[in-house]
């Protein structure tokens, strides 16, 4: 399955790419295929996988802020790999 997540603390006012950059080693350490945006992060992995690397992002800003919002998009295919770069290449072969 495919999930697209952002999480960021409610109430910074400004700066948010050190704790982006934060996120972003906790899904570098989990191995499973990603992809950083400008908008968020797409991860490509079994439910529990996935489930456990967002948890764990949540909670590392928990640990530094006191209100903490996620927004997840899932795109859950069966017996589907590496579609992230295939979904990407099925449009640009469109073009």
């Known amino acids: 399955m495919i999930v697209e997540f952002d999480t960021y603390p ?16 906790i899904i570098e350490s989990s191995g499973l295929e990603h992809q950083l945006t400008a908008m ?4 490509e ?6 489930m456990k690397v967002i948890k764990k992002c949540h909670h590392h800003l928990r640990e530094d802020y006191d209100r903490v919002e996620t927004h997840i998009k899932i ?10 770069e295939g979904k990407v290449e099925g449009v640009k072969n469109n073009l």
Do not use: Q
């Open 45 to 50: 992995g079994d439910w529990d996988e996935v």
């Open 10 to 25: 409610i109430g910074k006012e400004s700066g948010l790419s050190e704790d982006i950059a934060e996120v972003e080693k």
């Open 75 to 84: 795109d859950d295919h069966a017996g589907r790999a590496g579609r992230i």
């Open 40 to 43: 968020g992060t797409i991860i």
